[in-house]
């Protein structure tokens, strides 16, 4: 099979590996310049450990089930996750435990009525969802800051992240699916660094040259359907235009490796909403020293330059009571890879990608696909992507959209495990 991926981030690089590794004559198409330090951070949070895991291996050379440690950091401690009810209660300030108590119990009152009556209350965004669980003043205390951070305004999100990140799941806790080595393509994937001037005619037209074969997009919804001259009035642009998305960003600076790997942040005086310890994963021994502060930032705080950036992880740490300093430090930007789900984007998601299928184009990765899901979840839907009879929509359907089940009894003390 021939095959061209465009695309610069990683999302395309697992794509362009994945398909050279099934025997294809790959052309990867990054758009300009490869990002510095792209290979130097572990990238995101690695991918989970399945039935499935061995696509991953195809892609990262080899692959080791850690049980990793994940916490909470709120009120100037790390609290372990999953917090128990003792540690969940120190993290609400005792002003507040009796209302959040009541608060809590009126939650689960209105779901064992309506589970006795049928029907419920309607949950439209990420803040209905979590105050039916859970009552207003949990949300606002615990998690409703985080949310801000790291999806955007929880009244405005779609309640399908919730059901997403924190909905029933067969993924085994504890076990990640880490990457001994950065994103390293295979010999067989042509890498040709040139911007896209448009697809036409099963091409992929750059100036370059034009390359023929299967084509597979990790860019913006917006940004493809450009490529393709796909006309206004067919009005699926105005879908692609409110399918946005944040820019992800990781600063890795030195800091203390008192937490553990994995720390949500529940403060609101810090702009990260993560913070991860790259020594502990295999192959990573060099950064043992190190610590990363996640972002999901909107352009106009992407747009930050890079010394401004680091300087507030470095602020942030220390705020959090986290002895940190930014010399050396590492900074990863990749624009539109955090999705957000607000609306109903589900629906303009389908009818973006009918208008793919259309045109014989398949998109991958975060970015292309506008998922949530971790990288091993991208395996699956490339399995089927490839497929010759495979429908886009059906294969975002089944692979990538949020699990049917919604249970209501949700538990607090797990609520950022993921």
Same mark, same amino acid.
């Given at each position: 099979?021939q ?5 610069g981030?990683?999302?395309?690089r697992r ?15 990054t ?10 951070l ?7 450990? +399945?039935d499935?895991g061995? #696509?991953?291996?195809? @892609?990262?050379g080899?692959? &080791?089930? /850690?049980? %990793?440690?994940?916490? *909470? ?5 790390t ?9 969940l209660?120190q993290a ?10 009541r608060g ?15 029907g ?34 929880p009244?405005?999100?779609s309640?399908n ?5 924190? +909905?029933?799941?067969?993924? #085994?806790?504890?076990a @990640?699916?880490?990457?001994? &080595?950065? /994103?390293? %393509?295979?010999?067989? *994937?042509?890498?040709?660094r ?7 005619d ?19 919804p917006?940004?493809?359907?450009g ?10 642009h ?5 399918l946005t ?23 609101s ?11 502990l ?8 020293d190190?610590?990363?502060?996640h ?5 106009n705080a ?26 050396g ?5 990749e ?14 998601l ?5 208008a ?14 506008h ?10 839907y490339?399995?089927?992507?490839c ?25 607090l ?5 993921r």
């Amino acid at each position: 099979m021939q095959a061209v991926v465009i695309g610069g981030g990683a999302g395309a690089r697992r794509a362009a590996g994945w398909l050279a590794a099934q025997g294809g004559a790959v052309t990867l198409i990054t758009g300009g310049p490869d990002q510095p330090d792209q290979g130097a951070l572990p990238e995101g949070r690695g991918a989970w450990i +399945g039935d499935g895991g061995a #696509p991953g291996r195809l @892609l990262y050379g080899g692959t &080791q089930a /850690l049980s %990793l440690d994940r916490g *909470v950091r709120i009120g100037g401690r790390t609290l372990a996750l999953p917090l128990s009810a003792r540690t969940l209660a120190q993290a609400i300030p005792a002003s507040a435990l009796i209302p959040a108590g009541r608060g809590w119990a009126r939650a689960r009152g209105a779901i064992e009525l309506a589970e006795l009556i049928g029907g419920g209350q309607e949950q439209r965004s990420l803040a209905d969802w979590f105050r039916r669980r859970f009552g207003s003043t949990a949300f606002d205390l615990i998690y409703a800051d985080y949310c801000q951070r790291r999806f955007g305004d929880p009244a405005e999100i779609s309640c399908n992240v919730a059901r997403l990140i924190h +909905g029933a799941s067969d993924q #085994p806790p504890g076990a @990640l699916h880490a990457p001994l &080595q950065p /994103l390293a %393509l295979p010999a067989a *994937v042509q890498v040709i660094r040139a911007p896209v001037d448009r697809i036409a005619d099963g091409a992929v037209h750059t100036p370059e040259g034009a390359f023929s074969g299967r084509i597979f997009v990790d860019a913006p919804p917006a940004t493809v359907l450009g490529w393709l001259g796909v006309p206004e009035q067919e009005g699926v642009h105005v879908d692609a235009r409110r399918l946005t998305a944040r820019s992800r960003v990781t600063v890795c600076v030195r800091g203390s490796q008192e937490l553990p790997f994995e720390t949500h942040v529940l403060d609101s005086s810090v702009r990260f909403y993560r913070i991860t310890r790259p020594g502990l994963l295999p192959g990573f021994a060099h950064l043992a020293d190190r610590l990363i502060a996640h972002y999901a930032l909107d352009a106009n705080a992407a747009a930050l330059p890079d010394s401004a950036l680091i300087q507030d992880a470095v602020d942030g740490l220390v705020r959090l009571g986290i002895p940190a300093q930014g010399a050396g430090a590492i900074l990863r930007r990749e624009p539109d890879g955090q999705p957000v789900w607000s609306g109903i984007h589900l629906s303009r998601l389908r009818r973006y990608a009918l208008a793919l299928e259309e045109r014989g184009v398949r998109p991958v990765g975060r970015i292309g696909t506008h998922s949530l899901r971790d990288p091993s979840e991208e395996m699956g839907y490339l399995q089927r992507i490839c497929e010759d009879s495979a429908s886009v929509r059906a294969c975002i359907r089944d692979c990538l959209e949020p699990p049917v089940q919604d249970p209501g009894r949700a538990h607090l003390r797990r609520i950022v495990d993921r």
